[in-house]
């Protein structure tokens, strides 16, 4: 997370336009601060080897870079709590959170059009 501060103190993406690139979440800290930090963060609850998942994995990384949306990756196995306090029953669940509150929760797979209509109604 220091290297995201960073990036913004040294002229990188602003607070309000999110990263360009997925950042991984090692815990629930890691979250708390990414979603208290930029507008909208889609939490990207994921495992290696859920096929789904590697499937949505250019679909968030272009949404990273073509949306103000932060995109968080959070692999399930490494993090087991975080994915219980979210209630991740199945991969991959993204988990949208605006202005610092969970507003949307999608489970499965993605198109690129369904998850920019979902940031879109939040922006």
Known sequence: MAELRNRDETGGESAS????EP???SGGADLSEAVAEYNLVLADFHAEWCG???ML??????IAAETD???AKIDIDANQQLA???DVRGVPTL??????????RLVGMQDEAQLRTVI???A
């Open 69 to 71: 949306a932060t995109v």
């Open 84 to 86: 219980a306090e979210y």
């Open 17 to 20: 336009e999110g990263l360009s």
């Open 52 to 54: 789904p998942c590697q």
């Open 95 to 104: 988990v949208l959170f605006a202005d610092g509150q969970p507003a949307e």
């Open 57 to 62: 994995e250019p679909i968030v990384e272009t």
């Open 120 to 122: 879109e109604a939040h």
């Open 23 to 25: 950042i991984p979440i």
